[in-house]
């Protein structure tokens, strides 16, 4: 359940490979040396790479760098979804990105990608386009298209960089706490009031030592962490159909008024806009 270094093992002659994961019902909080290219479309669901918790509405498209943990972008979803990953060898085209001008972009953007990006608007559009389209090209052709796909980003101004330090593994290898364990706890209790306390006991701290890890590795307190997978939740149920009380009460609000006020806050429109903008589109 700690945190799992992942083996990436490419074909012979290949310094990338192409994939479709399906990991929805296991926690894979992992991290690795090569590079991660990740679409993920579905209804909604968790953005954690490094310290940066948040979720994703309908498609993401994010750049990972060597060594980042992140957890597995369709970890408890619910609905159908689909993925596409590209892993690229962490000495991806040798000593050309140094030496060749024409590639000076694609660098700078490997550089940034320890922070974790993600990409919006037009670019993730053009992006993922060129995606879709890898698995029916030869592997020659893959790699011009996976040159285009990284031009496209490296040059693109529609990105959300998600942490503000380098994160790679090396800041977390003294850490003791199972960060499945929280998860896991968070999973099961948070339509129940989950409760500080024992989670804080369940992984051997103080409830103020906990509190004080919690902030640092999720950037968020407890209390907040809860809510935004709440509203997480409610927004996969409001997107299946659900109504806004129904879905407020089945994540554990205890009133209406609370569930609006939170979700206004953490997204910037009610509950009933939110619906509208997603429903209609």
């Not at 679409?39 to 309908?58: N, W």
């Not at 990105?159 to 380098?166: K, S, T």
């Not at 209406?256 to 209609?280: A, C, D, E, R, T």
Request: aromatic residues 14%; proline residues 3%.
């Amino acid at each position: 359940m700690k945190i799992q270094l992942e083996k990436v093992k490419f074909e012979p002659g290949k310094s990338f490979r192409v994939f479709m994961p399906s990991l929805r019902n296991y926690f894979f909080w992992h991290y690795h040396p090569e590079y991660e290219l990740v679409f993920v479309e579905a209804v909604t669901g968790i953005r954690h790479v490094g310290q940066h918790v948040s979720d994703y509405i309908k498609s993401d498209l994010i750049l990972i760098g060597p060594n980042i943990p992140h957890l597995n972008f369709d970890y408890g979803v619910k609905t159908e979804y689909k993925q596409i990953v590209v892993q690229l060898r962490e000495n991806f085209l040798g000593t050309a990105l140094a030496i060749s001008p024409e590639f000076d972009a694609i660098q700078n953007l490997f550089k940034k990608s320890v922070y974790g990006l993600s990409f919006t608007g037009k670019t993730k559009k053009d992006a993922v386009e060129k995606l879709k389209s890898l698995q029916q090209l030869d592997h020659f052709q893959q790699l011009l298209c996976l040159l285009e796909i990284l031009q496209i980003l490296a040059l693109s101004k529609e990105v959300l960089v998600l942490n503000d330090m380098d994160t790679s593994i090396r800041i977390f290898f003294n850490d003791k706490i199972r960060m499945a364990s929280i998860y896991e706890y968070i999973h099961a209790h948070y339509n129940k009031n989950p409760d500080v306390n024992k989670l804080a006991k369940h992984v051997h701290l103080s409830t103020p030592a906990f509190c004080r890890y919690f902030k640092k590795q999720t950037k968020m307190t407890f209390t907040d962490f809860v809510n935004q997978y709440r509203i997480n939740q409610a927004k996969t149920l409001m997107l299946h159909g659900e109504n806004i009380s129904g879905a407020g009460y089945s994540v554990g609000f205890d009133s209406i008024s609370h569930f609006s006020k939170v979700f206004k806050k953490m997204n910037g429109v009610s509950p009933l806009q939110f619906k509208k903008k997603y429903l209609l589109d």
